[in-house]
């Protein structure tokens, strides 16, 4: 099978070295991949959300199956482009994509369907809502309605950042079109908890629940990154966690959808708070989250290109979806000075022992030849163990050997859940 992914970071890397294991699959393709991508598949400067460009290199190579991973392509209409040219696809089609793409759509949903949320007001007027926050209670969030590279959420703890955040969305452009209109929601408190789902449109296949460590410093603190490390499973999400998000989130969420004409087939990712009212949406994305992908796929037993065409041919619950005993632990390398300003280009090594463990996320080749850092994520590298303390002390060896000339990474990735398991 000739196979072919867009994107190029490291979930995207994490789904190939995984499809890889298919000995049906005759070459991947990755649009635009990257340089420690190209060495597990063929990288063609075709960016993400070049539709057009997309689906005529998938033509003209006669592409079998396609994985459209990131959430700009999904929203645009990749797959609904590519499947128009009777090229079979894993994603959702636009109209199901739209449950991330616009959170005033997703917020309604629920609203609508009784899928637990925080309660939230929406707006498309900057006086209205900056006159809902005069009495609104404090702390608060203000999420950009669109995509906005997974930084549209920000946490307010008074009344002055709040109003700061509207104006920012709403006047000054923060994130463009995204933010023309804002939703304001409660804040909500608990742990939060990752859970990646396949889904047909008839089932929901839940997957090993994850824990990501978004703050950029040890101990949570600094800026908002896209990610830091991950854990899995999540230690919060119990068996009686889990049978209450299916009963009251998940089913209920794909029903939802249906009942719109919105029919989901592919990845559902359901961000989750567990509240001392019981677990609630935080958000839905469209797509493999990113690091949770890392931590979870190398914890799939099944085959990963069987359950994803399952997805698309409607018979998930004819496919058995078996998961690995033990836990994985993911840390990120990143380039100094993320999510800031930083420095790329520096030679990258990355030993052979380790290369099979690591997911590169930003990387190039040079004019010699040689791998070397491409933005603020550098690379994440993976370790499954029978513990949680096994896969971190591993997966820290592993980081330590990776080479270049500003390499940071956070040293306490995983400490919250190891400290809650022992609760």
Request: proline share 4%.
């Amino acid at each position: 099978m000739k196979i072919l992914v867009v994107g190029g970071g490291g979930r995207e890397h994490a789904i190939i070295k995984k499809i890889k294991e298919n000995k049906s699959v005759e070459v991947i393709y990755a649009l635009p991949g990257n340089g420690g991508i190209a060495r597990d598949a063929v990288c063609v400067p075709i960016g993400a959300k070049d539709i057009d460009g997309i689906v005529k290199f998938a033509v003209e190579k006669s592409v079998d199956y396609a994985i459209v991973a990131p959430d700009d392509p999904l929203v645009l209409g990749c797959v609904d482009a590519l499947e128009a040219h009777g090229i079979l696809c894993f994603g959702p089609r636009a109209n199901a994509a739209i449950i991330e793409g616009s959170k005033v759509f997703s917020k309604e949903l629920m609203k609508k369907y009784g899928i637990p949320t925080a309660a939230y007001e929406t707006f498309s007027d900057m006086d209205a809502a900056l006159s809902y926050l005069e009495d609104a209670p404090i702390p608060i969030v203000v999420k950009a309605d669109g995509l906005a590279l997974g930084k549209g959420a920000i946490v307010c703890m008074t009344r002055d950042e709040a109003k700061d955040a509207v104006v920012s969305m709403m006047r000054d452009g923060k994130f463009g079109k995204s933010g023309e209109r804002v939703v304001i929601e409660e804040f909500m408190t608990g742990p939060e908890v990752s859970v990646l789902s396949f889904t047909d449109g008839n089932v929901v296949v839940p997957m090993v629940s994850s824990m990501d460590h978004k703050r950029a410093g040890d101990g949570d603190t600094g800026l908002n990154t896209g990610g830091m490390g991950t854990v899995a499973p999540n230690p919060y999400y119990t068996d009686a966690v889990a049978d209450e998000c299916m009963e009251k989130i998940f089913i209920p969420t794909m029903k939802a959808m249906n009942a719109e004409g919105r029919t989901f087939r592919g990845c559902l990712y359901f961000g989750l708070m567990i509240t001392p009212d019981g677990p609630r949406v935080v958000e839905y994305n469209c797509r493999f989250g990113d690091p949770e992908t890392q931590v979870v796929l190398p914890l799939l037993e099944s085959d990963l290109l069987t359950v994803m065409m399952a997805t698309t041919n409607g018979t998930l619950s004819e496919c058995e979806v078996k998961w690995k005993s033990g836990c994985a632990a993911c840390v990120v390398a990143a380039s100094a000075g993320y999510p800031q300003s930083y420095e790329s280009g520096f030679e990258l090594t990355i030993p052979d022992d380790v290369e099979d463990h690591t997911y590169v996320a930003g990387a190039a080749i040079n004019e010699n030849g040689a791998l070397v850092t491409k933005g603020g994520r550098v690379l994440g590298v993976t370790a499954v163990a029978d513990t949680l303390e096994d896969a971190l002390c591993e997966s820290y060896r592993m980081v330590e050997k990776i080479g270049f000339a500003n390499k940071y990474y956070r040293h306490d990735i995983g400490k919250r859940a190891l400290e809650a398991g022992r609760i």
